[in-house]
């Protein structure tokens, strides 16, 4: 360099933009130190604002509340607590006549070891937002709570899971309101032309609990199937639909009662899923997939 110049050599700059980078360096670990305390924190405060609104459920009504929406439409709770880094809220224990007040736990912040051994959940929702939930065909849409297929007169398609699942149990609170019936993917593959099995609450063939195989979106004849008990109430009510499989044996439950119960092995993997057709209403509630 010149004498008398006012720049910088080039040996200068790289020496500067080293230690630029070593700084950089060294602040980049605390930094997400901080980010990660940030995000168990606010997990942290999600749960408390939870438990305290059920705490004061319980002291109104004397007893639990049955999901995280009765504290909202009650005014116990302001807005649906989202976990930042996309964990699930679980309840840790059943309320009890001892213990009435209930501990929210989150799958991936405060999920204690010494929990018992039981069922590990895979996927649920409220049905709150439409996350973790593939639309494939129709419109669907959340109103208080349910998950409701759109548009009258077309073929409606949602997935929901991972292709990898081989043995779990899903569990979803139904309602038809109008219409031939709605249908519940297992063991399926995600894409809008779906391959899987499908159970469904079928009134629109004579009401009847069907099983049906689907290949690329087309439905074979059923070839498990059970007539609706005599004055079942098919329209207008809640039903607690369960689907479970396990290897080749498969069970299909209405309101905890066993209505289907056969071996195949045909699909041996895959997605869950709803569906609904023709002028069906129906309104889906509290889902959750679980892994024994």
């Not at 950089?24 to 168990?40: D, F, I, Q, W």
């Not at 609104?53 to 989202?82: K, T």
């Not at 329209?235 to 498969?250: F, L, M």
Request: glycine share 10%.
């Amino acid at each position: 360099m010149r004498k008398g110049s006012a720049g910088f050599s080039l040996i200068e700059i790289v020496i500067v933009l080293s230690i630029i980078g070593i700084l950089a360096g060294l602040s980049a670990p605390r930094l997400m130190y901080v980010l990660k305390a940030r995000e168990t924190t606010t997990c942290a405060v999600n749960r408390i604002n939870v438990q305290n609104a059920e705490r004061h459920y319980v002291v109104d009504h004397s007893v639990p509340s049955s999901n995280i929406d009765v504290l909202i439409q009650g005014g116990y709770l302001q807005s649906y607590p989202v976990c930042p880094t996309g964990g699930t809220y679980l309840w840790l224990n059943d309320a009890t006549t001892e213990n009435p007040f209930r501990n929210l736990g989150c799958s991936v912040h405060y999920f204690p070891s010494n929990l018992p051994v039981g069922p590990s959940v895979l996927f649920s929702t409220e049905f709150n937002n439409m996350k973790g939930l593939s639309p494939l065909q129709g419109s669907w849409s959340i109103t208080n709570g349910a998950l409701n297929p759109t548009g009258i007169g077309q073929e409606h398609r949602l997935a929901f899971g991972d292709k990898t699942w081989k043995d779990y149990d899903i569990k979803v609170n139904a309602t038809l309101t109008k219409g031939n019936g709605y249908g519940i993917y297992y063991r399926a593959d995600g894409k809008s032309n779906m391959t899987g099995y499908v159970f469904q609450y079928d009134p629109g063939l004579g009401n009847k609990f069907v099983v049906r195989k689907v290949v690329n979106g087309q439905e074979q004849q059923p070839f498990q199937q059970v007539n609706m008990p005599p004055n079942f109430p098919v329209y207008n009510q809640s039903h607690e639909i369960s689907v479970s499989v396990q290897g080749d044996h498969h069970i299909i439950k209405i309101d905890s009662q066993p209505v289907l119960d056969f071996q195949d092995n045909t699909f041996t993997s895959g997605m869950g899923g709803l569906r609904s057709w023709n002028k069906t209403k129906a309104a889906f509630d509290n889902l959750s997939v679980t892994q024994h």
